[in-house]
DNA sequence: AGTTGGAGATGACAGATGTCATCGGTCGGT
DNA sequence: ACCGACCGATGACATCTGTCATCTCCAACT
């Protein structure tokens, strides 16, 4: 009987994955969660052989939870969901410890099926993502770029984002100017648009 | 029996939705689709006495197909499933006879229960979503203005929003500031992710 | 010890963006 | 016949953005 932990804001979709794993023979859901903070110290309680986590939780996001759990239950492997297809967020899921990468446009069937595998060791990453992320590369931001950006994504204006972060609203400018160029836009809102379609924020 | 058509994009998604519903015994789930475009075709097929719909499908959306699907096939009740509780959206629904509206952020209950109700002639309707309907209102934008707004949205800067819409450039720098004034955003930016949270766009 | 690269800043400049007043045309309502 | 609302356009103006050159400071390598 495999020991399932499984983490998903939505609560019908968790719901229906629950429901989806409860219909093979050899899983078992062990626990349900629906933020990112409550992940660890339900694992420790459960002891789940194999935790499936959504991306964006509330709390913490699903791969910093992957990080942390990596460190205080290593017997319990992560197997990752998620919506959109972001290669920069491969990367990061895997330098967390993550065994497995599945995103939810796959059939339903690959989700038993991916426990089991990461249960039994191996990796589970789908080919085109793995394909995508190669092309992607890493990001070409540097933590400030990718701070500003994210800073202006809400719309702000060049000088309250600079008061936001304390910084001189020429230099919010200078890094918003370099990201641009780095990422191959043409302003901000479109450098915005590439670097999360990327997953670079 | 409660025959039920379902149509929801992300593979994984929908076949845990499907194993939800079929665990109902008074439901029966008689077509799945992953696109909009094939949802009148199928459920002329399939006669299904509910139709679950996802408001973002690949073809043509869920509400202008339940708006094709109430004409063609009247006696089919439609329920629409949501993942952003974007107010602006429950306006249109509405308008597109859809008797039922539910956001996957709800517990699983609550869609078997809405299959029932539906079914039953009731409507079903979030209070919660209700509420933010009527606060946010009707869209204060014109049909230009939302268009001028769509296209900015890819990060184009103006004068190439204004040969893809055929427009001067300066008509579109008008539209824009209309946007921007009437959704009180301070910028095309701030604007857009205003119009998209409403659900106007 | 020297080099490189990021963080942070300044000043100058061109071009993009947002605002406003104003115009003409069309269409639906009263 | 008239009014109001939307569509489309122009010109002028102020401000915001994006680019570039240049500077300091600091940490990490070699």
Redesign the pocket.
């Known amino acids: 009987m495999i020991r399932v932990l499984i983490a998903e804001d939505m609560h019908m979709i968790r719901g229906a994955l629950v429901a989806l794993l409860s219909l093979e023979e050899d899983m078992e859901v062990v626990a349900e969660l629906d933020r990112g903070d409550e992940i660890v110290a339900a694992a420790l309680r459960t002891r789940p052989d194999v935790a499936v986590l959504d991306i964006d939780l509330p709390g913490v996001d699903g791969l910093t939870a992957a990080g942390e759990l990596h460190e205080k239950l290593p017997s319990a492997r992560i197997l990752v969901l998620t919506g959109l297809s972001q290669p920069g967020v491969l990367l990061r899921a895997l330098q967390a410890h993550v065994r497995g990468f599945i995103v939810k446009d796959a059939p339903a069937e690959t989700l038993a099926d991916g426990v089991r595998r990461v249960h039994a060791g191996e990796r589970v990453i789908d080919p085109d993502l793995i394909a995508a992320a190669l092309e992607t590369g890493t990001s070409p931001l540097?933590?400030?770029?990718a701070?500003v950006l994210r800073a202006?994504e809400s719309g702000?204006?060049?000088?309250q984002i600079?008061s936001r972060?304390?910084?001189?609203?020429?230099?919010?400018?200078?890094?918003?100017?370099?990201a641009?160029?780095k990422v191959g836009a043409?302003?901000?809102?479109?450098?915005i648009r590439i670097a999360r379609n990327a997953g670079w924020l």
Chains 1, 2 share one sequence.
């Open positions: 540097t933590a400030r770029e701070d202006a702000l204006p060049t000088d600079a972060l304390s910084l001189s609203s020429a230099t919010v400018r200078n890094y918003l100017s370099n641009i160029t043409h302003n901000r809102l479109d450098a």
